[in-house]
């Protein structure tokens, strides 16, 4: 509605030029209006350079630099046309002596055939073929819809989904930081099991002190009186079980509070992951391997609260129970502390290399694991096509070749894992050594204050205390870098933007009339070649319209493009006047009932299959919807009624029994736009009358496309149209169509009749 | 079969039954595993005329007619270096010398990087552009450095 408006401005668009453009211009356009312009990015051998074109109404102007320009006036110019390439298309001028190109990638494809359009209005000539005038406030919409905001902060342009937030700035941050903030909710735990933490750290340390008491005040204690020593060994001993309850209960509640954080956490990120996952398009799970996303759902969720809970508090009390074991050395003997840390140098370089090395494996080892996984989940899917193919032995085979991939990857991880760590721990315990041997020496020879048979007790304990955390350090190196690559794969979906999406002002409308239009639309599913073409044509409400043409032609994608499934590359789909982007997703496809060329049924009872598009419908009315679709008598037929499991893909039923469930799901949603494709391609031409016969009751009132190979079954449609190649070719009745020369309906018809007239002989 | 080159650029084609077709287009069946064969001649339409079996086997005039229009019209540009792949935003940006010029493009998920079974890859960009990677082994240290992490 926004748009109509301006259809009054009408006239001249100008749109915007880059400033690097017009700084190249120089002036050259003075006030001329820029009719169109384009960018182009390959030379004539097909080598990355830049230029631009600018359309004016009296010529063109080719931009290479500031320098060199030419210019081609319109009236010199005879053809234009485009010429598709493979991965790239050149547009072709002819002017009277010579043969201009301008050559591009997919990049510029789109710039390039509006430039074109605009140009072809201008020529005269007949040899340039006319699209439609398209007016110029669609173009305006298409280039609003490509056209970005550009982000303060990185420049980087934001798609219209981020509502202004640029997405790239809230993400650059590191991937760890994001993760914490997944357990932002919790904070006040999380900080009260670190305030545990700390406490039980200090718990920790504390039993050296106390062992260094007993031996030089109460056991050794050669300066003190009996008596005093049995006194100060009774109080050190009670010290030390008082320090060791409390650092047990301590750590008993730290324990206990991070698993409940951890078990939240996981289950908000694999809440958030789902979640994000149904707000992608289908091209985003085109694309994908269902094995590959259930891992990220599953697995790596739980790896990762497995870090954000445990690695990250115990990377913090390791670094505490470090600091401590350090100044407490230092405190009672600085020369001994030096000792003991000597080999700290080799351990973390060892460590930090380590780590290094992992880090990349990690990732390497996902892919693998994903891809063995892969062949599993493929292969299940198909398991019918692999029986009736003896495909057995290959797909055994090709697991195999995966499996043992995978296990060559890991066993390289372990090697560096495991072939290092007697390296470190062999390090760690021979400065053990040293501090015997050293610290032995300084007490026997030179004895005094700090040199006592307790310091070195307490160095002993205090350098098992110190090299413990390390090693746990390293290992949480180890899990952090599993981590990290989890948190990657998982970021991945939260990261991607949903194509499709409600914008912020999205209306809500009580309800539908039914009304369908289609204006200039064009589409594509991959960039290259069109699927639709210039799309011109309105449904009315209550009109039942039958959609035919050759397998191929597009009819699956136009239904596509109503409900949404995709947004349209080009023009746009109006529903009521309008624009289907602009209504509320949900709602819209609320008043959308479909019956998909395949269907596909939920692992669940016939009747929750039938109630998926209104959970709230009661058991009357799910059997009346059954009967309307004709598959009532066969429900009841079987042994469990209703209440018949029907397996992954409703793999119990047969192909029409499958259709026949899904069109009752259709007609219980009870929508005001009913899409029928290919619905009852699987019946016998009987069962299909009779159900056409209940849907004509039913289709009344509502706008209904119907798709259909088998001409009999858009009998009772009130217009045909006839799909080829993406465009519209031939639009009227049935009566108006069949005899039209050339027709690719009449052929069509001709053929079906023809074929059942020769059964009927036979 | 012989091809003749028009002065307005298009090939038209003589077949062996003395047929001709004019702006005749040609595709390779397998333009990863053989390159070089199954050349599908078409018509404007996109309906076959005939396939060359192998480039080999024409004239050596006809074969560079062939092979300037397959040149001419195909642009799968042949990563040769990669300078940088950075990750930060979500998707991939790659910085890459190719046989075309440098240019950086954007991945919009691993996805989009096709491992082929002979060790190549293919890589398509956000707009749809396919950039043709050799094999691991075949890259400098410096390449091999930086993709390895988006492998
Ligand atoms: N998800 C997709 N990704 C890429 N291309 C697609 C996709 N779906 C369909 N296409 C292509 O778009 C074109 C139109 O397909 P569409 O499914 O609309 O045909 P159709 O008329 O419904 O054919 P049929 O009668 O066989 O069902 C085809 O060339 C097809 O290869
Ligand atoms: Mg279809």
């Known amino acids: 509605m926004i748009y109509q408006k301006d259809v009054s401005r009408g006239g001249q668009i100008v749109p915007d030029l880059p400033r690097e453009l017009h700084a190249q211009l120089n002036g050259e356009l003075a006030d001329e209006p820029v009719l169109g312009w384009s960018e182009f990015d390959l030379d004539s051998r097909n080598r990355f350079s830049r230029s631009f074109a600018i359309l004016t109404p009296t010529r063109l102007i080719e931009v290479h630099s500031e320098k060199h320009k030419t210019i081609i006036p319109i009236a010199d110019i005879r053809s234009a046309k485009v010429s598709e390439g493979l991965g790239m298309d050149r547009l072709i001028l002819q002017t009277q002596d010579r043969r201009i190109e301008f050559r591009y990638s997919r990049r510029f ?43 303060d902060k990185c420049g980087h342009a934001i798609p219209g989904y981020a509502d202004s937030v640029c997405p790239r700035c809230s993400q650059s941050r590191k991937i760890l930081w994001r993760l914490l903030e997944v357990a932002r909710p919790y904070r006040t735990l999380v900080i009260a099991a670190v305030v545990l933490t700390l406490i039980h750290a200090g718990f920790t340390a504390l039993p050296g002190v ?100 445990f690695s990250s508090v115990n990377v913090v009390r390791d670094v505490l129970m470090i600091m401590v074991a350090v100044s407490v050395m230092f405190y009672y003997n600085w020369q001994l502390a030096f000792i003991a840390l000597s080999p700290l140098p080799v351990i973390a370089g060892v460590t930090w290399w380590r780590g290094r090395k992992m880090h990349k494996i990690f990732g390497r080892l996902w892919t693998y694991w994903s891809r063995m996984s892969a062949v ?98 390293a290992n949480s190196a180890r899990m952090v870098t599993r981590a990290a690559s989890s948190a990657q794969r998982v970021f991945e979906v939260l990261d991607t933007p949903p194509e499709v999406y409600t914008r912020s002002n999205a209306i809500h409308k009580q309800s539908v009339e039914g009304k369908i239009e289609f204006r200039n639309v064009g589409f594509s599913y991959e960039g290259s070649q069109p699927a639709l073409v210039d799309v011109n044509i309105q449904i009315e409400p209550g009109e039942m319209v039958g959609l035919c043409g050759h397998s191929g032609a597009g009819k699956s994608t136009f239904v596509n493009l109503i409900c949404r499934f995709y947004d349209v590359t080009e023009g746009q789909i109006l529903i009521d006047g309008v624009d289907v982007r602009d209504y509320d ?146 639009e009227g009745t049935h009566e108006m169509l069949k005899d039209k020369e050339n027709g690719i309906y009449a052929k069509l018809f001709k053929t079906q009749t023809e074929m059942a007239r020769q059964i009927a002989l036979k | 079969m012989r091809f003749i080159l028009e002065p307005d650029g298009t090939i038209t084609l003589l077949g062996t039954d003395g047929q001709t077709t004019r702006d005749v287009r040609f595709r390779r069946a397998f333009p990863w595993s053989k390159p070089r064969q199954y050349i599908s001649v078409r018509d404007e339409k996109g309906k076959e005329q005939t396939m060359i079996r192998s480039l080999d086997e024409l004239e050596e005039s006809e074969r560079t007619i062939v092979e300037t229009w397959l040149d001419q019209n195909s642009f799968i540009p042949l990563i040769r270096r990669v300078e940088k792949v950075n990750t930060d935003f979500g998707y991939q940006e790659w910085q890459v010398e190719t046989d075309r010029g440098k240019v950086t493009f954007r991945v919009q998920e691993r996805e989009d990087i096709r491992f082929l079974p002979d060790g190549r890859f293919s890589i398509k960009d956000a707009d749809g552009n396919i950039y043709a990677m050799p094999r691991l082994s075949d890259l400098d240290p410096m390449s091999l450095k930086a993709v390895e992490p988006v492998l």
């Open chain 1, 109 to 151: 494809r789109r710039d390039a055939v509006r430039l074109h359009r605009h140009l072809s209005r201008l020529l005269p000539d007949e040899s340039t073929p006319k699209d439609e005038v398209r007016p110029s406030w669609l173009e305006k919409i298409e280039r609003q819809a490509e056209q970005q905001q550009i982000c």
């Open chain 1, 210 to 309: 106390v062992q260094k008491h007993i031996v030089d005040d109460a056991i050794v204690g050669t300066s003190l009186s009996v008596s005093q020593r049995v006194q100060n060994l009774v109080f050190w001993a009670l010290i030390f079980a008082l320090v060791v309850v409390g650092s047990e209960v301590i750590g008993g509640g730290r324990m206990a509070i991070l698993a409940k954080v951890g078990t939240c956490v996981a289950r908000d990120l694999r809440h958030k992951v789902y979640q994000h996952l149904h707000s992608l398009s289908l091209r985003f799970f085109a694309k994908r391997r269902t094995g590959s996303l259930i891992t990220r759902v599953t697995n790596d969720t739980d790896r990762l609260w497995d870090f954000i809970v």
């Open chain 1, 376 to 473: 599993v989940g493929d292969a299940m899917s198909g398991v019918r096509v692999v029986k009736a193919f003896a495909g057995e032995k290959r797909e055994i085979a090709r697991f195999d070749e995966r499996n043992e991939a995978y296990t060559i990857k890991e066993q390289e991880v372990n090697r560096t894992w495991f072939v290092l760590q007697p390296v470190v721990s062999g390090i760690m315990r021979l400065s053990m050594l040293l501090i015997w041997v050293v610290g032995g020496y300084l007490v026997i020879y030179h004895p005094n204050e700090r040199n006592t048979v307790g310091t070195l007790m307490l160095f002993t304990f205090y350098v098992g205390m110190f090299f413990q955390p390390i090693g746990e350090l």
């Open chain 1, 585 to 730: 997703l949900q709602w819209l496809r609320q008043q959308i009932g479909v019956v998909l060329q395949e269907p596909y049924l939920f692992h669940g009872t016939i009747a929750e299959n039938i109630r998926y598009g209104r959970p709230d419908a009661t058991d009357e009315e799910v059997m009346n919807a059954a009967r309307a679709a004709n598959a009532h008598d066969f429900i009841v037929g079987f042994q469990d009624g209703y209440d018949t499991m029907v397996g992954e893909r409703g793999q119990s039923l047969s192909g029409g029994e499958r259709q026949r469930i899904s069109i009752a799901r259709a007609i219980l949603h009870n929508p005001k736009i009913l899409i029928l494709d290919e619905a009852t391609s699987s019946l016998d031409s009987e069962t299909e009358r009779q159900i056409q016969q209940a849907m004509t009751r039913l289709v009344s009132g509502r706008t209904t496309i119907a798709i259909a190979h088998r001409l009999s079954t858009l009998q009772a449609a009130h217009r045909l149209i006839v799909l080829d190649k993406g465009r519209i070719v031939e």
